[in-house]
């Protein structure tokens, strides 16, 4: 099994879904990076806000459209 490895801030991140892998590497790294944190480290969005020294909102966006692009990515994959 292959496993794509993502290295984040101090946390290497690893995802064994190589759709999904593929799809993230597609994103911006601010997106990329949110999204990893949040939902692989289950950060929140305002202690990824403070990690990266923005808003809370600004994080938000990132999530927001990086999902957007995910999905679109990962229905083109089918």
């Known amino acids: 099994?292959?496993?794509?490895?993502?290295e984040v801030l101090n946390f290497t991140i690893q995802i064994s879904n190589e759709k999904l892998?593929?799809?993230?590497?597609?994103?911006s790294n601010k997106e990329r990076d949110v999204i990893l944190l949040r939902y692989f480290?289950?950060?929140s969005d305002q202690e990824i806000?403070?990690?990266?020294?923005?808003?809370?909102s600004?994080?938000?966006r990132r999530r927001s459209n990086g999902l957007?692009?995910?999905k679109t990515l990962l229905k083109e994959r089918n």
Not at 1 to 6: A, G, K, V, Y
Not at 21 to 27: E, F, N, S
Not at 49 to 56: C, G, K, P, Q
């Open 58 to 60: 600004a994080i938000y």
């Open 21 to 27: 892998a593929v799809a993230l590497y597609k994103l």
């Open 68 to 70: 957007k692009k995910l």
């Open 1 to 6: 099994m292959i496993t794509f490895r993502f």
């Open 41 to 43: 480290q289950s950060m």
């Open 49 to 56: 806000a403070e990690l990266y020294h923005v808003s809370r």
